[in-house]
């Protein structure tokens, strides 16, 4: 049985003081043993958040990571100064970074293979736009960014090092969500091509979340079908939505 993830991603938002009244607030409020519960706030934020959750069981998370150790990588963070604050997951590859950012499959690759040489835990974003979804290239885009992603990645190392985090596009930060049904659709192939690309038994074990306006009223829907093992929460992580959703059950 995939023990369930959700995590919240907060994107550019929080100073530090309002980062505090938040995980104060919260915190006292989570308490599940069968959820891994992650927080993934601004840089400027990480250390100070690990305090304040260091006698709970949620864990710290980054939003992005450089794929080198040092140098003069202007306005870039290494793992290791993620690790010194005491994250022990890392999103790559959300659309928004690929968007922006310009991060391409290959990078994201890179940097996957960074967090797992130091044996965290990389969540794996994936997803295609509204205008692939209308054109019925949703699989080949989905199957492509998985094989140029995990590319040199061990079957061990997929098991104990990898979350995949499917999120269309076009249900990010739209207030559209894709129906469980889509969602569930996505996430089995996802699986399927795990299993392709490694095998049976490592598709098995790997935890595919969803991630597009999960919020509390479509929550349950969406993390009760059978290959959907959590949730990558945006904007309803920034509210008591967040505390709604983990508990959802």
């Known amino acids: 049985m995939r023990k369930k993830i ?24 989570i308490n599940v043993d069968d959820v891994d519960v992650v927080l993934c706030p601004n840089f400027v934020c990480l250390d100070r ?6 006698d709970s069981n949620v864990k710290l998370g980054a939003q992005n990571v450089y794929f080198e150790e040092k140098g003069a990588y202007t306005g870039e963070t290494s793992i290791d100064m993620l690790i010194s604050t005491g994250v022990t997951y890392c999103i790559v590859g959300h659309s928004e970074r690929r968007q ?5 499959d290959e990078i994201v690759n890179q940097k996957a293979k960074k967090i797992i040489e ?24 989905i ?25 269309p ?15 569930e659709e996505m996430c089995q192939f996802i699986r399927n091509v795990i299993a392709k690309l490694f095998d049976e038994n ?23 079908m059978p ?8 904007g309803a992580s920034l509210t008591n939505d967040f505390v709604a959703i983990v508990n959802y059950d």
Do not use: H
């Open 49 to 54: 958040i690990n305090e304040l959750i260091s």
């Open 143 to 167: 199957e492509n960014q998985l094989i140029n992603g995990l590319k040199d990645i061990s079957k061990e190392q997929m098991k104990r090092n990898i979350v995949i985090a499917y999120e």
């Open 169 to 183: 596009i076009w249900a990010i930060g739209t207030g559209v969500t894709a129906t469980a049904s889509q969602a």
């Open 100 to 104: 922006y950012f310009n991060e391409t």
């Open 202 to 224: 490592t598709a098995e074990v790997v935890r595919i979340q969803y991630g597009g306006s999960v919020k509390p009223s479509n929550a349950k829907e969406i993390l009760n």
């Open 118 to 141: 130091k044996d965290l835990t990389a969540i794996v974003c994936v997803g295609e736009t509204l205008e692939q979804r209308n054109k019925n290239e949703m699989f080949e885009v």
């Open 6 to 29: 959700i995590a919240g991603n907060w994107k550019m938002n929080y100073t530090l003081s309002q980062a505090e009244d938040f995980v104060n607030e919260i915190s006292k409020q």
């Open 227 to 234: 290959n959907i093992d959590g949730a990558l929460v945006g």
